[in-house]
């Protein structure tokens, strides 16, 4: 029941001048009836990141007015197929603020533009301590989702870079301690961050996309889950663990 390996993959960068024009060409990609295998979102300081960490000959020059890339990758085994698909995202975004977009002319080149989007995360976290919220919408709900997070922290006061995996949904927000107080850091950014996970779910999103609740995210989960729900959960995990000797305290809110 597996499919067959791709024998062809294209590869496109293409830049933006507003994050906002790069988040909603993501759900219009998909309304063209077009699904990447992978679709990329990485806003300017992500990549500004990423350069500081890689070789000069690896880097890449991003413009001043460009604020967001997109990352697009096609696969198949037909290649007249695939450049018709890259056609039609072409048309696509024609209709934002997109500038000239890269086609990868080589597996060099196509190996060089995932190399950069394999370190952003790393290369974010370099440079201030860091929370990571790992937030997911609706493909739809993908600009709204961006926007809200720079809102949110113009509001309390924090700096975030954001990346992620926008043809599922899903954005993570590093947010960035820089010169924020112990008392700013500790005490009101927990207020900033239920805030941007209550509109999550308003956008019918979840807090989490891929890595879990975990230790960072589980005093959040009541914004998803009713007390009902916690308390069942609890409930089936005393069943097989019930001396709570696995993973004491790491599960559920405090």
Same mark, same amino acid.
């Given at each position: 029941?597996?499919?067959?390996?791709?024998?062809?993959?294209?590869?496109?960068?293409?830049?933006?001048?507003?994050?906002?024009?790069?988040?909603?060409?993501?759900?219009a990609i998909m309304k063209a009836g077009i699904? /990447?295998?992978?679709? =990329?979102?990485?806003?300017?300081?992500? &990549? @500004?990141?990423?350069?500081?960490? *890689?070789?000069? $000959? !690896?880097?890449?020059?991003? /413009?001043?007015?460009? =604020?967001?890339?997109?990352?697009?990758? &096609? @696969?198949?085994?037909?290649?007249? *197929?695939?450049? $018709? !698909?890259?056609?039609?995202?072409?048309?696509?975004? =024609?209709?934002?603020?997109?500038?000239?977009?890269?086609?990868?002319?080589?597996?060099?080149?196509? $190996?060089?533009?995932?190399?950069?989007?394999?370190?952003?995360?790393?290369?974010?976290?370099?440079?201030?301590?860091?929370?990571?919220?790992?937030?997911?919408?609706?493909?739809?709900?993908?600009?709204?989702?961006?926007?809200?997070?720079?809102?949110?922290?113009?509001?309390?006061?924090?700096?975030?870079?954001?990346?992620?995996?926008?043809?599922?949904?899903?954005?993570?927000?590093?947010?960035?301690?820089?010169?924020?107080?112990?008392?700013?850091?500790?005490?009101?950014?927990?207020?900033?961050?239920?805030?941007?996970?209550?509109?999550?779910?308003?956008?019918?999103?979840?807090?989490?996309?891929?890595?879990?609740?975990?230790?960072?995210?589980?005093?959040?989960?009541?914004?998803?889950?009713?007390p009902i729900e916690i308390e069942l959960m609890?409930?089936?995990?005393?069943?097989?663990?019930?001396?709570?000797?696995?993973?004491?305290?790491?599960?559920?809110?405090?």
């Amino acid at each position: 029941k597996l499919i067959p390996h791709p024998s062809h993959t294209l590869l496109m960068l293409a830049p933006f001048s507003k994050l906002e024009e790069a988040a909603a060409a993501v759900p219009a990609i998909m309304k063209a009836g077009i699904t /990447p295998s992978g679709l =990329e979102f990485m806003e300017r300081a992500a &990549l @500004d990141a990423a350069s500081r960490v *890689l070789p000069e $000959e !690896e880097r890449l020059e991003i /413009p001043d007015p460009i =604020e967001a890339h997109l990352l697009i990758e &096609l @696969d198949g085994n037909d290649p007249d *197929l695939l450049m $018709e !698909e890259a056609e039609k995202i072409y048309n696509t975004l =024609e209709s934002f603020d997109c500038g000239e977009i890269l086609m990868a002319d080589s597996e060099a080149q196509k $190996e060089r533009l995932w190399k950069m989007r394999r370190v952003v995360g790393e290369a974010v976290k370099r440079g201030s301590i860091y929370k990571e919220e790992d937030t997911v919408v609706p493909r739809f709900a993908f600009p709204d989702l961006l926007k809200s997070v720079k809102e949110i922290g113009a509001e309390h006061g924090f700096e975030s870079v954001c990346y992620g995996h926008a043809g599922d949904g899903n954005l993570h927000v590093n947010i960035l301690k820089g010169d924020m107080s112990e008392k700013e850091w500790n005490e009101d950014l927990p207020i900033a961050i239920r805030s941007l996970f209550e509109k999550v779910k308003s956008l019918g999103g979840t807090i989490s996309g891929e890595h879990g609740i975990g230790w960072v995210q589980k005093n959040y989960m009541d914004i998803v889950f009713s007390p009902i729900e916690i308390e069942l959960m609890k409930n089936i995990k005393a069943v097989f663990d019930p001396k709570d000797i696995l993973n004491p305290g790491k599960i559920f809110p405090s």
